[in-house]
Structure formats: C-alpha cells, structure tokens
C-alpha cells in the first residue's frame, strides 16, 4: 500500500478502519471512545481522546506513524509533549515501543483494517494520472450544496489570509484606515505588472500631501506623474511641461523623491494597460474622491460603488495619446468596467471583509461577501480549467474561491483537507 501519514491521522480521525474486536498489539481489549481532537501543530497528532485499554479508561494524546519504529526514529521517548500519549496507532508494528519506565507502548495496528475501497479511492485520487488536478474525474459529478459550501469556507479562508496583510500595513500607517486604503488600491491599479511602483508611488506621496492640493488638478496630476519618475525628461507637448513646472515646485515643497522610474513595464502589454495609462486614471479617481474609504463604507449598492471608478474621466490629453509626446489614434482613456470591477473585486471587497473583522462587525463581512457574489466571476487559465472539468464560476465569490482551492490545495495535494476530496472518499 502507498499513502502518506496524513491518510492514516484521516482513517483515524473520521473512524474508517474495520473496528470490531480491536486489541493492541498485546493483546488488550481497545475501545475507542473519543478519536481526539486533530494537531496540526508540533506534538502529538490527536489530543483530548478517551481510550479504554483492558478495564482502564485512558484520557490523553494519541500518536500516529507509518511504523511503530518510528517512534524511535522521531525521538519522541525523550520529548516531554510524548508523555501522555495513550495510544500509539501505526499501519505496520514492526517493533515494541518500549517506554523509559520500561513498559511497553500500547501500541493499535491498523494493517488489516483498511478497507479496500476506500484505500483504492484514495490512491485513484492522490496517485492517479491527472492533467489538471488530483480528482478531475470526480469534480464534476459532484452535488451542489458540497461544492458551494466549501466554496464558501475557502473563500473566507483567503479572505482571512488577504485581510491579515491589510492589517499589517493598518498598523504601520497608524491605524490610519484611508491611508491604507489608498495604497492597497494604488498596487492594485498596477494589475500585477506594475503593481510594486504603484505601491511605492502611492507610500512616497501620503494622502495629506494630495488633500492640500485637491481642488487643483493639474498639481494632483503633477504630484502623481512626478512622483512616479515621468516627470524627468524634456518635454515637446504643453500638458507634460506645465505638468514638470509645477512637480518641480511642488516637490521641493515637500521635499518629495520619485520612485524609480524603470520599475514601470510597458513591454508586451496592451496600450491601454500602460502604466502611463493606469496613472491618469488614478490621478483622475484621485482628484474626484476625497475620504474615498468612507464612501465606500457609506455607499450600499454596487452599482453606486461601480460608479466611483467607472465614471472617473482621465485628462483629454489622454484622449490621443498612450505616453507624454507621443501622439495616437483618438480612444477614450477612461477606465472599462472590468477593470473597475477588479478593483471592486481586489480592493474594496477585501477592505469591507477586513474593516468588519477588525472591528467585529458581521454588517460589514456579509456586505464584502455580497459584492463578491454580485461581481462577474474572472478569467483566466485556472477558472478556465475548472470549467472543461464542469465546475463553473457564476461570480467572483466562486471564481475566488476556486483559485483559493487551486493554488492552496489542489497543487499540494491536501484532498484529504478539502470537502470535495472528502465527499469521493466517503462515497460508497
Ligand atoms: S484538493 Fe480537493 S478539489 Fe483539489 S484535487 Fe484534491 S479533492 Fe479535488
């Protein structure tokens, strides 16, 4: 038989092993009572079990391993967590383990007892041929309600993850909530390629700077341009040289130093994605929303918060160009609905789950869930994968989830820790 020890703590902790007449390797009678509670962590696998051996009930930790030798091998005799292990429970005795008060280990062999479908099962599941992921062939057959109900704990599961980052950064910025708003939703209009100069443009140019200026756009522009390193070269076009006249005056004013301008890609991306680009549009949603965090936490319906980004009108300079001196065919810079919609996706719906985690409002988590669940599901290879296999992604929440379950548990094999792969084991 091939499996891992994670096959074995899931035989023991869901009971699946042929139970009746039970003995350690003794000979003494084993009656189970309470499997234990499951460690993740260092020390004994399973904690809190009741187990009677012989005419005496035990209370205490539980240890699993491949063979009984290693107990040994892990050194466990000298480790003081291992001493109130009541049970040891192993696939293969191979040798007693002999305690240092010199009795013997109560020791359950579970060789015997592993039905042979469930361990074939298990083995089509983990070992068997795939090309996408372990349980390709069952995926698809599975019923709703598992599905959907493990989408709905994985997605709170990257949520949890997603928002630890988002206080983090709360804390550094002094529990300053638009601050740390402003510089998640700065990276995030970098859509990945350039969201670190994003990042470090928006870290370099604190709101309070922009809020002194905000009734001037051309300074707000200028503060933005200049501080993401546009601002340096000699200009041919009027816009980008009454742009550099006032970054120069403005800089020295607070002392600014740009981000280095190589940071930003332009290579093999679409025009439209220019980080040039990205920047007018978030200058522009700059100079249009103040206190733009509390908006979102005061503005209940989508459409509304759809709106904040997609209504922004970037400068008409843009109208006909990509980059500064370099005219182009006429197309409008302002920003598409699926752009927005990442944003509403990345952004604002993990603030509205990290705002009401933080602060222990439920209000806020369920209104989080909600825009996820209005917002149309992305596109990309793993949500693709999923669908040739007959899982679709009806909304971003499923869509999230999905690539939650990809990158977390599908390419580490965990089937054992996911309800799906619970759901093919446990099925007779
Ligand atoms: S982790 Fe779950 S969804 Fe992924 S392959 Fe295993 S059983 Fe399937």
Redesign the pocket.
Known sequence: MLFTEDFLHYIWKFRLFERTDLQTTAGEAVEILATGTHNTDSGPDFGNARIKIGDTLWAGNVELHLSSSDWGKHNHSKDQAYYNVVLHVVYRDDEPVILADGRQMPTLELKDRIPDDLYNRYHN?VYGNQTV????A??GKLDEFTLRTWFTRILIERLEKKSAAVITALGLNRGDWEETFYQFLAANFGFKTNAVPFELLAKSLPQNILAKHKNNTLQIEALIFGQAGFLNEDFTDEYPRKLKTEYEFLSRKFNLKPVDNHLWKFMRMRPLNFPTVRLAQFAALVVNSSHLFSKVLDIKDIKSLQKLFSDVKVNTYWDDHYQFDKPSKSASKNMGQSSADLLLLNTLALFLFSYGKHNQQQYYIDRSLKLLESLPGENNNIIADFDSLGVKANSAFESQALLE??NY??NY???L?????NK?LKLA
């Open positions: 599941l992921i372990p349980c390709e069952s995926i379950l990809k548990y599908c094999k965990k089937c820790q996911c309800s799906v792969g093919i």
